[in-house]
């Protein structure tokens, strides 16, 4: 078998090319994607409105909707209200 031409379209990017990041800027973006999930979270905690079938779920207590610091689970899934804003 011959295996000379498989990469014969496959193009080496340079070494400078590549950029590289510093640990710190790592964990800038770490702390960045974090702030953005606690901002999204605490945007559906402050959120008064719900609708109509997620209260009933609610009321029904069997376990399928809780809710918890504000946010409710349904199935174990976060509710995300119908909000633009959200």
Known sequence: ?????????VQILKEELWKRRTTAEIMILKRNNRIEKMDFLKKIQLNGTREQEVIQELKKKDGQAW????????????????????
């Open 1 to 9: 078998m011959n295996t000379q031409d498989n990469n014969k379209d």
């Open 67 to 86: 809710k918890n610091d504000g946010i409710v689970y349904i199935e174990e899934q976060i509710y995300i209200p119908n909000k633009k804003k959200i």
